[in-house]
Every structure is written in structure tokens, then in C-alpha cells.
């Protein structure tokens, strides 16, 4: 069995509402973090994303400048001088199978939608501490391996082509956000 | 700790992508522990939301008076992005934030209003009463939630208000399936 050491993990908190930060922070450093940041817009956010340098960012999708979303983007920069792999966990009120494919899309890690809970959060962490994907950069996309089923079947235009790999087996992300409660 | 050197990332190339693996940069933060380890993080912090619960209320009582002042903005005012915007994350917080602060009811109202103002063509035709009835709802919930014989009251009211809201919704959606699609899609939340 595992368990991670939070107190040599950084995280960044990216939510407008001081409610949820609160609560954020308040697990967080139940869980044992020491080092928690907070931004309260994602203009905010890319700031001190490239000034701490956390291992771990935890966004709101609705902020007021830029949105969660945009965050990621942003920070999915291949070329940037920043770090492009930092984990995203993406927590949100919303919760329709489209805004997980559309957060998947923009380079998110994991999905967490709301209402939070300890064990949701925590589970989220420890898949992005002990199972990180590989990345994967195409024309169009820069982020983890969007890919968590085989489909030998597909040949539709999003199918890459030249592969050698097998397809790592694992829960899809609407799977995930499903069961986190 | 955050991030591996550039030597130590692969990168392999195909057609139409590459494939880039790195050693996990956070692997020094796992620690193997006995089956018997007797820490329990999650327990941990699900005592201190316990203990931090006695300003829930408080907090509910913020977020709902800044719903009620957002719609009090928009009958005064009428629709702008602005005013349409504040409604929106209003509703949307209450439904983020509620069920965690102990009033699953009105987050589930919060969710059918958030509906309502991102799927109706045009929120200057949506009846007011319709917009009314959801933040009254959400308003007496959050007044009334700590009398025990409230509870099923509210879920009902919030069951009620979800079916008139998607009834209203599909009635002027018909013709844009995109919306209808997403509106009749299930959530992805688990229900209560």
C-alpha cells in the first residue's frame, strides 16, 4: 500500500469562490500539504504557476479574466518555458458528459466534479502522483494520453496513425468523475 | 520536484503525433507503508470539514444573497452579459457548493436554474416566475433546512422545479437539437 507524502507536494488552488478555497485548503492540509497557493482568477493563477512552480493545480472551470479552461491551455504550452506536465485536476459545478470531453480536450488530467468530497480529492491526487500518463503532442493537441480504451474498431479521422503502443487500460475520465463522490 | 530535466524526457515520433514519457517526476512522494498503516488522510480531513461545518450556514447565507441581488439587478435593469453572467455564477456556485454545506436540495434547484439561463434562446421571453420560483426555493431551503420535516419538503420542491424548468426548456428547444441534446443528456453526477 501507498501513500503520499503532501508535505513535499506544492499545490496551486485556482477557484474565485473563497468558500470552496476554504474548503480546498482545509483538506489539503488535512491530507498533510504544507505549501498551498491560491489564486482567485486564472490571470492570478498563471502567475503564480510560473512564479511557485507547484506539482499539483487544482482549477475551478468559471473564473472571472479566464476560466479554468483557458488556464489549462495556457499552461499546455509545449514550448513555453514553464512546466507543460504539471498535473490539472479540473473541479466544477458542471456536469454534463460534454464539459468533461471539452476539459480532456484542453489538457486537463483528471475531472472532479462537485459536490467535493475528501475521498474524491484524495483519489484524484494519488492518480496523478502514482499513475501519470505519457503526453502525447499532435497538430492540435498538447496533454496527457487522451486514450483509456482500446478501440481497434475505430478508423474514424481522430485515429492516429504510425502507432506501436498498446493503449494503456484505464477508466475513462466521465467514468472517473462519475464515481467521485 | 515539479519537473524533469530535459535529458531525461523521450520523445517518439509517428506520422501524425508524438508520444513524450518522462520519469514520473513525483514518484520521491509515494512511500510503500504497511497494509495495517494505521494514517488515515481521508478521515483526517473529512473530521476537519466536520469541524469547520458551523460556518456553512453563514457561508449559504452569502451565496444566496448574492443570487437574490444578481435577479434584483436584472428586474431592474433588464439582461446584459454582465447581469447574465453574475446570475449564472451565482446559480452555479449554490450548485457547486451547496450539497458540500449540507443543503443537497438547493443545489440541485441551483442546477435546474443554471439550465434555464444557459439553455433558453432568449432570457428576456423566460417567464419570471420561473426565475422567482427557483430562488425563492433555494432562498426558503437554505432559511428553513435545519427543521428535520423540511428535508423531503425540499426535495420534492426541488424535483418539481427541475421537471417545469425542463419542460419550459425542451418546449422552446425543439427546434435546436444541439440544446436538446444536452439538455435530456444525464448528468454525470451520481444522484443522491
Partial sequence: MFRIDFNKLRFLICDDNPHMRRILRTLLHSFGAREVYEAEDGATALEMYSHYVPDIVIADWAMPIFDGLELAQMIRQPESKGNPYAPIIMLTGHSEKRRVTVARDAGVTEFLAKPISAKGLYQRILNVVASPRPFIKTKTYFGPDRRRNTSSAYMGPERRVGEKHEVLQQPSLLDKARSSI | ?192
Fill in chain 2, 1 to 192: 520536484m515539479a519537473k524533469n530535466s530535459a535529458k531525461d524526457i523521450e520523445v517518439t515520433a509517428f506520422a501524425t503525433h508524438q508520444i513524450i514519457t518522462q520519469p514520473n517526476p513525483l514518484r520521491k512522494v509515494l512511500r510503500r507503508v504497511e497494509e495495517k498503516d494505521m494514517d488515515d488522510p481521508i478521515g483526517r480531513a473529512e473530521q476537519a470539514l466536520a469541524d469547520l461545518s458551523g460556518e456553512f450556514k453563514g457561508w449559504m447565507t452569502t451565496e444566496v444573497n448574492r443570487l437574490s441581488a444578481a435577479y434584483v439587478a436584472i428586474r431592474h435593469e433588464g439582461f446584459s452579459k454582465d447581469r447574465r453572467d453574475e446570475l449564472f455564477h451565482a446559480t452555479h456556485d449554490i450548485k457547486g457548493d451547496a450539497a458540500t454545506f449540507g443543503y443537497p436540495a438547493a443545489a440541485g434547484v441551483a442546477e435546474s436554474l443554471c439550465r434555464v439561463i444557459e439553455h433558453a434562446p432568449d432570457l428576456e421571453k423566460v417567464p419570471a416566475e420561473l426565475f422567482t420560483h427557483h430562488i425563492n426555493a433555494i432562498l426558503a431551503i437554505v432559511h428553513e433546512n435545519t427543521k428535520l420535516d423540511s428535508i423531503s419538503v425540499s426535495a420534492e420542491l426541488s424535483r418539481r422545479l427541475r421537471k417545469v424548468a425542463d419542460d419550459y426548456l425542451a418546449q422552446v428547444n425543439r427546434d435546436r437539437p444541439e440544446h436538446l441534446e444536452v439538455i435530456l443528456a444525464p448528468s454525470i453526477v451520481p444522484a443522491e
